[in-house]
């Protein structure tokens, strides 16, 4: 079974430019998160999806971060304009909601703005 | 205050000895869960163990063992036969009422290494 999808790998972007991570969930999963990996701070949540629905955004750090899922099947985290402040892993996982809930995590998106 | 607090930045294990992680964590909710991941080098997150708030043993996944002491508000991770594979990050986590019913809070890490 395939698991939860990341792309790109790796991005290298310059500062002021738009930055779009994707993400494609385990089929059947009803939640879907973003979490962002830095040395400083670890592992953070920035929004998380039930049914495609947006249910909470409080760790987005500002307007500049957007997520979006507008299916069942995929969902996108935007940055505009990115910052090097924003150099990180992103991560996104998903969840059957059912005890245990444990989360699947893709293998993450590998951020660097210069 | 921290939700998961994990002290030790990194430990080392000889190959074939048994290791333990520590995890403390601090909830006023009665029903909670605890998870660990393993971050190998590569970077992907791996579900490895669950403990709940209310099971009543300690979880055990093959090598992996949770040390569940409630009174302590403690859930150390235990490999067993460690083994040169198990080199990576690992991550206590917790969910409860305030984290929200699928979000996980996750600890620092502590960074495994074993030696052969």
């Known amino acids: 079974d395939a698991g939860v999808i990341q792309s790109p790998r790796h991005e290298v972007t310059e500062m002021g430019q738009e930055v779009t991570l994707r993400c494609k969930p385990i089929?059947?999963?009803?939640?879907l998160f973003w979490y962002r990996q830095t040395m400083m701070r670890g592992l953070e949540l920035l929004i998380y999806f039930n049914n495609n629905v947006p249910i909470d955004d409080s760790g987005m750090p500002e307007d500049r971060f957007s997520a979006k899922m507008p299916n069942a099947s995929f969902s996108t985290l935007k940055i505009q304009p990115s910052e090097p402040r924003d150099s990180a892993v992103y991560f996104c996982?998903?969840?059957?909601?059912?005890?245990?809930?444990?989360?699947?995590f893709g293998s993450g998106t590998q951020l660097s703005v210069l | 205050a921290q939700k998961i607090t994990q002290t030790q930045p990194g430990m080392f294990v000889q190959e074939k000895e048994a290791v333990t992680l520590d995890c403390t964590y601090d909830t006023s909710d009665p029903s909670y869960g605890l998870f660990w991941y393993k971050q190998p080098s590569s970077g992907e997150m791996i579900f490895l163990i669950y403990q709940g708030s209310y099971d009543q043993q300690n979880a055990t996944e093959g090598r992996y063992s949770l040390n569940f002491q409630k009174a302590r508000k403690s859930a150390n991770l235990v490999i067993s036969a460690s083994q040169l594979g198990d080199s990576a990050m690992y991550f206590c986590a917790m969910r409860d009422q305030q984290t929200g019913a699928n979000n996980l809070f996750f600890g620092t890490g502590t960074r495994l290494t074993v030696i052969p």
């Open positions: 089929s059947g999963h009803d939640y």
């Open positions: 996982a998903s969840s059957l909601g059912e005890y245990p809930e444990k989360l699947f």
